[in-house]
């Protein structure tokens, strides 16, 4: 894949690929012969750190979202407005349920390209655990629709709208996925706090896999990591 002496990457020199297994004292996702990007572990590391500096408890997950196979290539795939448009829905969905508390929506995004003629998207999204703090029911509601009010309905609902289709549009199945922890095998989310560092450390495992370097399409001219600014 990377050959273990490469410092930088090839495609862009200003990243520096990591080869380690623990990062800042916390274990990432390593596989031999697939380096981690030194640039995006930094920033992930430091929004996850920012989170608990400014809240007393946070709840994280990682989903992926990925466009329809059905859908042909078109320019809505060579550029990541359609991730912006996302996160713009997505805010909208969390705060019109009126919380108690703000959700201080914060994320983690990679795109990620390898076999497909189509990239899709990794996401850990991090949220005030006293507004939002569970995933809720992943499959569809009685009439196929996702139209239930718990966090996984509102992110499909919001991923189907910024691909410009209507929320509660039948056609494409299961679009949104969250993601299985590699070792226990069920969904991923955590409570995170600055004094658990058991979970941070899980958090940062799950994190670190949108770090790899392998699959992203650096050469396609945008990013393809990126972390929220709040």
């Known amino acids: 894949m990377f050959h273990d002496h490469l410092l930088r990457h090839p495609d862009n020199d200003k990243l520096r690929f990591y ?5 800042q004292g916390y274990d990432i996702s390593f596989k031999p012969g697939m380096p981690q990007i030194e640039n995006y572990l930094a920033s992930a590391w430091r929004t996850l ?36 448009r996302f996160f713009r829905h997505l805010h909208y969905e969390l705060d019109r349920i009126n919380l108690k508390y703000p959700h201080n929506l914060r994320y983690i995004w990679a795109r990620e390209q390898a076999h497909s003629d189509k990239p899709h998207y990794h996401l850990m999204l991090l949220l005030n655990k006293n ?10 509601s009685d009439d196929g629709s996702y139209s239930r009010d718990n966090l996984f309905h ?18 494409w199945g299961q679009i949104v996925h969250v993601s299985e922890h590699p070792v226990t095998g069920h969904y991923w989310s955590g409570v995170l706090h600055r004094d658990d560092y058991m979970a941070m ?26 972390c929220s600014r709040r």
Not at 154 to 171: C, E, I, P, T
Request: hydrophobic fraction near 40%.
């Open 131 to 140: 507004a939002v703090d569970s995933i809720g029911y992943t499959g569809p």
């Open 201 to 226: 450390n899980d958090a940062m495992f799950m994190a670190s896999y949108l770090c790899k370097a392998y699959s992203k399409p650096f050469c396609q001219g945008m990013k393809v990591f990126d």
């Open 49 to 84: 750190h920012h989170c608990v500096d400014q809240q007393h408890l946070t709840f994280a997950v990682r989903m992926d979202l990925h466009f329809p196979e059905a859908m042909p290539r078109s320019p809505l795939h060579d550029n990541n407005e359609v991730l912006t």
């Open 154 to 171: 509102r992110v499909y609902r919001a991923w189907l709208k910024a691909m410009g289709f209507s929320g509660d549009d039948l056609r």
């Open 19 to 23: 080869w380690g297994e623990t990062y």
